[in-house]
């Protein structure tokens, strides 16, 4: 199986734009696609992007996703930061069309 | 409204068994795949297994580190899956998420049931 990592932790003032990278370290990251969760502090999560770039109805389109071959990783992108933006956003993909990966989380806060 | 609802968690002694329960409502519970994901307190997200629906015979998969403990079923009549976890041990000890969506995403997730594996 591959890993996915992300950093640990970002933070960003309100109204500024943060990206969270998730780097694949076997395989390309175009092969599978990748999925974004939000979990806020005490909540379960919830999906923000799916296939690497959709986003599920209810988001706002503040968050989008990306993958780039070159680097090969994939990102969240959330602009016009809000303080209810602050949570840990962890990435997920799949090996085998069978066993889910997820990277090991990253803590926003927003500042 | 989407709801899962899992239960079913407690205090088990190191090599006990557990079931957990996800009542699923609002939704196709049948033509959903299902999947379990853990917690451990302060950590991250960890997929534990899923099962996916009648049309792809109710297929099993689970993460390797399970060593073949747990197993995951389900029944479409009661809209309810299973998560059976035997030969439990400490590092088993976190919050169970029953979550559905398909193979490749989980759109909706419960609120979590804790399970403390210690003697």
């Known amino acids: 199986n591959f890993m996915l990592t992300q950093p640990h932790s970002v933070s960003e003032s309100p109204g500024k734009t943060v990206t969270i990278s998730c780097t694949r370290s076997s395989g390309s990251i175009a092969s599978n696609y990748v999925q974004w969760y939000q979990q806020r502090p005490g909540s379960s999560p919830t999906i923000v992007i799916y296939e690497d770039k959709q986003r599920p109805s209810g988001v706002p389109d503040r968050f989008s996703g990306s993958i780039d071959s070159s680097s090969n990783s994939a990102s969240l992108t959330i602009s016009g930061l809000k303080t209810e933006d602050e949570a840990d956003y962890y990435c997920?993909?799949?090996?085998?069309?069978?066993?889910?990966?997820f990277g090991g989380g990253t803590k926003l806060t927003v500042l | 409204e989407v709801q899962l609802v899992e239960s079913g968690g407690g205090l088990v002694q190191p090599g006990g068994s557990l079931k957990l329960s996800c009542a699923a409502s609002?939704?196709?519970?049948?033509?959903?795949?299902m999947h379990w994901v853990r917690q451990a307190s302060g950590k991250g997200l960890e997929w534990v297994g899923r099962?996916?629906?009648?049309?792809?015979?109710?297929?099993?998969a689970y993460a390797a580190s399970l060593e073949g403990r747990f197993t995951i079923s389900r029944d479409d009549s009661q809209n309810t899956a299973y998560l059976q976890m035997n030969s439990l041990k400490i590092e088993d000890t976190a919050v169970y998420y029953c979550?559905?969506?398909?193979?490749?995403?989980?759109?909706?997730w419960g609120q979590g049931t804790l399970v403390t594996v210690s003697s």
């Open positions: 979550t559905s969506g398909n193979t490749i995403a989980s759109d909706s």
């Open positions: 099962i996916r629906n009648r049309a792809n015979t109710h297929a099993t």
């Open positions: 609002g939704f196709a519970f049948s033509g959903s795949t």
């Open positions: 997920q993909s799949y090996d085998n069309n069978i066993f889910w990966v």
